[in-house]
């Protein structure tokens, strides 16, 4: 199992701080959180998101792989103005 760690708003949506989630990469994983907790896909694709402490744009995107034990952190994507 996947380790799911939420933050910022999207904590505040799912209404938890984390989740366990079989997933094969990362774009499956979102895709599973979307479905489950009902959120806007597109949304969450434009979240920042680690896997073992590091930003997926490091590695291979949301084609990442994902295995036993790795822990995945989302962290909401962030707007000013």
Do not use: H, W
């Amino acid at each position: 199992m996947i380790k799911v760690r939420y933050f910022g708003i999207l904590r505040l949506d799912i209404k938890k701080s984390f989740d366990e989630i079989e997933a094969q990469d990362v774009e499956v994983l979102i895709n599973i959180i979307s479905s489950k907790y009902n959120l806007d896909i597109d949304e969450l694709k434009n979240s920042i998101v680690f896997v073992n402490g590091k930003n997926i744009n490091e590695l291979k995107g949301f084609k990442t792989k994902l295995y036993d034990c790795d822990e995945v952190q989302i962290f909401s994507p962030v707007a000013g103005g």
